[in-house]
């Protein structure tokens, strides 16, 4: 079975700060990884995904992860958060291979952005 | 705006009672999704459908049940309801149904069970 944790609830940053959101991940079989945001009152928009190749991986709003395959890590990362970053953020995996598209989420991180 | 919608966006009941949740895929997408979020459990994938099929089920409990109609929208159906069932309930599509493909989320149909 796959699990998916991730280390922070929460994490309180200053704007323009940069930021790390750690992911770590247990699978017996190889995963695909995600990372979702959610903004208040909103559904999950997707960020970036790691299927293959590359293991740094850019995403949208300047956001970007790296898979890390011998600590089975997926962090996310930004460089300097704005104020409209604040939301919560998912990382999740799903079975590679497979014939469908079951995504197991994380507990989610809560990334609050100060002025 | 994701292209996927859902209907109603909230839903307050009593408990025992049953209720349908609706979710419109975006134009295109074959596969529809049923996630459960709440407080205690997190972010829960329920049910998957493609193209009318059932393709992977989660932790759903005997009480709920889905369906995916020919025009590809899908109902997700809540009986017995109790207080625990409380929940925030995501309808998400993908263009097809293996692992991998980008899903597209709704807003949301916030369930209270009273």
């Known amino acids: 079975a796959q699990s998916v944790t991730q280390l922070d609830s929460q994490v309180p940053v200053f704007e323009e700060a940069p930021v790390e959101l750690r992911c770590n991940y247990s699978?017996?079989?190889?995963?695909?990884l995600f990372w979702y945001v959610q903004y208040p009152n909103q559904g999950l928009q997707l960020l970036l995904k790691?299927?293959?190749?590359?293991?740094l991986v850019k995403g949208i709003n300047g956001f970007e992860a790296e898979f890390n395959k011998s600590q089975t890590s997926f962090h996310l990362r930004k460089p300097s958060v704005h104020i409209s970053d604040t939301a919560e953020y998912f990382c999740?995996?799903?079975?590679?291979?497979?014939?469908?598209?079951?995504?197991?989420f994380g507990a989610g991180t809560r990334l609050a952005v100060h002025p | 705006d994701s292209g996927v919608t859902q209907t109603p966006k909230h839903l307050i009941t009593a408990t025992g009672q049953r209720v349908t949740l609706r979710c419109s895929p975006r134009?295109?997408?074959?596969?529809v999704y049923w996630y459960q979020q709440s407080l205690d459990q997190g972010l829960q994938f329920l049910i998957q459908?493609?193209?009318?099929?059932?393709?992977a089920k989660g932790n759903i409990l005997e009480r709920f049940s889905a369906q995916q109609f020919p025009d590809l929208h899908s109902e997700l159906n809540l009986s017995s309801l109790e207080l625990g069932d409380s929940a925030l309930y995501f309808c998400?599509?993908?263009?097809?149904?293996?692992?991998?493909?980008?899903?597209?989320f709704g807003p949301g149909t916030r369930l209270t069970v009273t």
């Open positions: 999740a995996v799903s079975l590679s291979g497979g014939g469908y598209n079951k995504l197991i």
């Open positions: 699978s017996s079989v190889s995963v695909y």
């Open positions: 459908y493609y193209n009318g099929e059932e393709r």
């Open positions: 790691y299927l293959s190749g590359s293991t």
């Open positions: 998400a599509s993908s263009v097809g149904a293996g692992t991998g493909g980008e899903q597209y």
């Open positions: 134009s295109g997408d074959l596969s």
